[in-house]
């Protein structure tokens, strides 16, 4: 079995944790096929307890503790270097050394780089080694839209980043045998912003996990009664769900509360931001902070709501609302990527009229909808054959 150098951000753990989804699946996939060696950080203490379990998919398993209040501080040294932020923010001496020994003694044919900021820990050549850089997202992008919807001065550094993160993004998919994106229409943003054009540019989409993801009969319901839900799943301190449901919660739910009195609005997802804990309470707004499983309240609720006016590439929450069988209602911007093939279950709105006036036909709606959507995510969602494309590249 050959060996594979996978440097991640972050530690890759168990299935349907958040941010971590893709990285994991690609981890479980690659450990059936190569002696996997892994550079990745544990930057949160709850981490911990996964680290037992990734290094049994690992050949060898390298990952440090990371404090991200001193990684944020230890980033403005790119305010002095004139680099992107993000590369001091993830740049560690012993990662180096680690990934300096793994080249020399271990001379892995194939890398795999999860996140660009993991790509300064490759020496400049490479040569007879095939690497292969997993973007996820045009990140510089995210950065940019940030700048438009933030006051001054940090609309100036978030421009500044978008930048500068741009330039580095465009150096490290110059040296790369393939750039990853998670869907076409972030590989075709990407492609349309280079200078110059680049070979290799390519998407692996996101899947699904369709066994975990499934309605169960016996699963009890988290709202009391016939509760009329309205669920928003995700990691509620990232900028772009902080802002999508406080939108939601200013602009849309008043009017949906005004259609249906008796509505709710569950916001469901680890480490609430301050603007997320303070809707807690508004009328019919609940704010649970971390579960120990999203299922019960996806499946329990009349429709999954995905307003989303900052995103890239796919939106994991609207693939597993659709293998719970669940009605999504979201922006356009939630459903890139997403196979919808007019499926009258899952609803595009841009406007907050539309949107409110969406939400309250499905929270009045007989029951909640089945049936319509966990068909389209096996058809088009399913991870085995998103992966089959990522074995292609790597072998290639």
């Known amino acids: 079995m050959e060996s594979l150098l996978f440097l991640c951000h972050r530690l890759p753990y168990p299935p349907n944790k958040g941010d971590k989804i893709r990285s994991w699946h690609f981890l479980q996939h690659l450990a059936a096929r190569y ?3 892994l550079g990745t950080f544990v930057d949160d203490p709850a981490d911990e307890q996964y680290r037992g379990f990734v290094a049994n998919h690992c050949a060898n398993l390298h990952a440090p503790r990371i404090e991200p209040r001193r990684r944020k501080l230890a980033s403005l040294r790119g305010l002095l270097t004139g680099e992107a932020l993000s590369l001091p923010y993830y740049r560690h001496a012993g990662m180096q050394a680690w990934v300096d020994g ?3 003694t271990v001379r892995p044919r194939r890398i795999l780089v999860f996140s660009s900021a993991m790509g300064q820990y490759l020496p400049p050549l490479l040569e007879g ?3 292969v ?3 996820v997202d ?3 992008e995210k950065w940019r839209a940030y700048a438009a919807s933030k006051p001054w001065p940090a609309s100036l550094l978030y421009r500044r980043e978008a930048d500068r993160l741009f330039a580095w ?4 998919a110059g040296r790369a045998a393939a750039s990853l994106f998670v869907s076409a229409q972030e590989a075709e943003l990407f492609n349309s912003l280079l200078p110059r054009p680049l070979s290799g540019i390519a998407h692996v989409d996101n899947g699904v996990d369709l066994e975990y993801f499934q309605p169960d009969p016996a699963r009890p319901p988290p709202f009391e009664g016939q509760a009329k839900s309205l669920v928003f799943t995700g990691a509620m301190d990232y900028w772009a769900n902080v802002d999508a449901v406080t ?3 200013s602009e849309i739910w008043p009017q949906v509360r005004s259609a249906v009195p008796d509505a709710e609005f569950w916001i469901v997802g680890a480490r609430p931001h301050p603007r997320v804990r303070d809707l807690d309470n508004r009328e019919g707004i609940r704010v649970t902070g971390t579960v120990p499983d999203v299922r019960p309240y996806l499946q329990h609720a009349r429709a999954v709501i995905a307003p989303m006016r900052i995103a890239r590439g796919i939106q994991n929450k609207v693939l597993e609302a659709m293998a719970m069988d669940k009605p999504v209602i979201g922006t356009s911007a939630a459903f890139e990527g997403i196979a919808t093939h007019n499926n009258a279950s899952l609803s595009t709105e841009n406007d907050p009229q539309g949107l409110a006036a969406t939400c309250s036909r499905a929270l009045l709606a007989s029951g909640c909808e089945h049936g319509r ?5 096996q058809k088009f969602h399913a991870w085995d054959a998103k992966l089959a494309r990522l074995d292609a590249l790597l072998e290639a």
């Open 35 to 37: 002696r996997v060696h």
């Open 102 to 104: 793994v080249l020399k």
């Open 129 to 131: 080694i095939r690497t």
């Open 133 to 135: 850089v997993d973007f």
């Open 138 to 140: 045009v990140d510089s």
């Open 169 to 172: 993004e465009c150096a490290l």
């Open 247 to 249: 939108w939601f919660a």
């Open 373 to 377: 959507t966990r068909a389209e995510a």
